[in-house]
T-cell receptor, first 111, second 112 residues
């Protein structure tokens, strides 16, 4: 375990479903991130939060909606996804520029 | 934006061999990290190395920031070293957050 916990590990959802991914860290980190990893592509940063405030949204479609209620928890709410959104979604946290730690990821399949 | 290139894209080694992985980046950065992703998808942070040299067991890394490259050395490779090695360069936001831009990785297979 890295100290960053993601649930669920696997998720299959239909295009009309609504689901949420959860990420939790108890490392005392002050920033949290969502990354998307698709086959044959580099990891893509989706959202960055610092002190519960969104710092960056890399032009992610609105069908992905993040929520950061406190410095230890991060959610990614999903609705009306497309098959091309199938990927490994990784949560990470960091303490300033060091200690960048990833969770195990959620393997998402959209059918 | 900053481009990160890694080489080689694929590498097959016999157990016990040594290897060098390279990361080139296109602009000045103030952060560089190496990660290992195991076959189950877990990413592990190996080094935070914006400059200089660090060693951790059989792994070591060197970053020459002025020439915009970093090297990861793996000595006496083991089958458990298999997986994908990513280089990521960092960019600060307000001192607290740290956007990392990832390369496409080097896929390493160590054969017994």
């Amino acid at each position: 375990e890295t100290g960053v916990t993601q649930t669920p590990r696997h998720l299959v959802m239909g295009m009309t479903n609504k689901k949420s991914l959860k990420c939790e860290q108890h490392l005392g980190h002050n920033a949290m991130y969502w990354y998307k990893q698709s086959a044959k592509k580099p990891l893509e940063l989706m959202f960055v939060y610092s002190l519960e405030e969104r710092v960056e949204n890399n032009s992610v479609p609105s069908r992905f909606s993040p929520e950061c209620p406190n410095s230890s928890h991060l959610f990614l709410h999903l609705h009306t996804l497309q098959p091309e959104d199938s990927a490994l979604y990784l949560c990470a946290s960091s303490l300033n520029r060091v200690g960048y730690t990833f969770g195990s990821g959620t393997r998402l399949t959209v059918v | 934006g900053i481009q990160v290139e890694q080489s080689p894209p694929d590498l097959i080694l016999q157990e016990g061999a040594n290897s060098t992985l390279r990361c080139n980046f296109s602009d000045s950065v103030n952060n560089l990290q190496w990660f290992h992703q195991n076959p189950w998808g877990q990413l592990i942070n190996l080094f935070y190395i914006p400059s200089g040299t660090k060693q951790n067991g059989r792994l070591s890394a060197t970053t020459v920031a002025t020439e915009r490259y970093s090297l990861l050395y793996i000595s006496s490779s083991q089958t458990t070293d298999s997986g994908v090695y990513f280089c990521a360069v960092g960019k600060e936001y307000g001192g607290a957050t740290n956007k990392l831009i990832f390369g496409t990785g080097t896929l390493l297979a160590v054969q017994p």
